[in-house]
T-cell receptor, first 115, second 113 residues
Framework: AQKITQTQPGMFVQEKEAVTLDCTYD???????LFWYKQPSSGEMIFLIY??????QNATEGRYSLNFQKARKSANLVISASQLGDSAMYFC????????????FGSGTRLQVQP | NAGVMQNPRHLVRRRGQEARLRCSPM?????VYWYRQLPEEGLKFMVY????????ESGMPKERFSAEFPKEGPSILRIQQVVRGDSAAYFC???????????FGDGTRLSIL
C-alpha cells in the first residue's frame, strides 16, 4: 500500500530565505509520480511540481525544486527566496503508475513566512 | 480561465437532506477524481470517473454516496441522508489522461447542521 509521510506539521522561514519541506514515501511499485500541492488559507489546491520515478533530473518550476532521492524514498520540496505569499499548507502526494490512478496525500506541512 | 469549476463553493444542509456537488473539468480533460478533506488533514481519494464510467470507487463509502460523470454535463457527487460526519471540503480534480497531473477545483465546503 502507498504511504506518504510529512513529518513537519509546521515550519517557519524568514522572507527571502530558502526552506525545505520533507516528504518520504513508501511503495512497492517501480513506476510512480510524486507531486506537491499548495493550499493557501482560501482553500484551493494549487499544483506546484511533478517528479516521475524514472526522471534522472530533479524537477524545477521557478522558485520550486524537488530534491528527489530515490534510494531514500524522499521527495523534498525546496522553495527558494521565500515570499510572504508562500505562507500556506503544502501537501506531498504520490500516484502509482500501475493500478490505482488516484493520488495519496500526506498530512501536510503548514509553512509560515515571516517578514 | 478554464480551470476546474466546482459549485457550489459552500453548501449547508440539515441532517437527512441530500447534497449534490458539481464539477466541470478543465477543457479537454476527460478524467475526473473526487477527494474529501477533513479539517487539518490531507485529501483522501473517493472516486475516479471517465465519461459515463466509474473506474475506481474504492475510496467511497458503500452507502449514501454516489458519483456520476454523464456524457453531457458536469460530474456529480451525491450524498443522500447527510450526517454531521459528512461535513468536509470536497475537491474535484481533472486530468487529460490518467498519467498527467491532476488539476483541482476550489472545492465545495459542505456543512451539516
Amino acid at each position: 500500500a502507498q504511504k506518504i509521510t510529512q513529518t513537519q506539521p509546521g515550519m517557519f522561514v524568514q522572507e527571502k530565505e530558502a526552506v525545505t519541506l520533507d516528504c518520504t514515501y513508501d511503495t512497492s511499485d517501480q513506476s510512480y509520480g510524486l507531486f506537491w500541492y499548495k493550499q493557501p488559507s482560501s482553500g484551493e489546491m494549487i499544483f506546484l511540481i511533478y517528479q516521475g520515478s524514472y526522471d534522472e533530473q530533479n524537477a524545477t518550476e521557478g522558485r520550486y525544486s524537488l530534491n528527489f532521492q530515490k534510494a531514500r524514498k524522499s521527495a523534498n520540496l525546496v522553495i527558494s527566496a521565500s515570499q510572504l505569499g508562500d505562507s500556506a499548507m503544502y501537501f506531498c502526494a504520490m500516484r502509482e503508475d500501475t493500478g490505482r490512478r488516484a493520488l495519496t496525500f500526506g498530512s501536510g506541512t503548514r509553512l509560515q513566512v515571516q517578514p | 480561465n478554464a480551470g476546474v469549476m466546482q459549485n457550489p463553493r459552500h453548501l449547508v444542509r440539515r441532517r437527512g437532506q441530500e447534497a449534490r456537488l458539481r464539477c466541470s473539468p478543465m477543457k479537454g480533460h476527460s478524467h475526473v477524481y473526487w477527494y474529501r478533506q477533513l479539517p487539518e488533514e490531507g485529501l483522501k481519494f473517493m472516486v475516479y470517473l471517465q465519461k459515463e464510467n466509474i473506474i475506481d470507487e474504492s475510496g467511497m463509502p458503500k452507502e449514501r454516496f454516489s458519483a456520476e460523470f454523464p456524457k453531457e454535463g458536469p460530474s456529480i457527487l451525491r450524498i443522500q441522508q447527510v450526517v454531521r460526519g459528512d461535513s468536509a471540503a470536497y475537491f474535484c480534480a481533472s486530468s487529460r489522461s490518467d498519467d498527467q497531473p491532476q488539476h483541482f477545483g476550489d472545492g465545495t465546503r459542505l456543512s451539516i447542521l
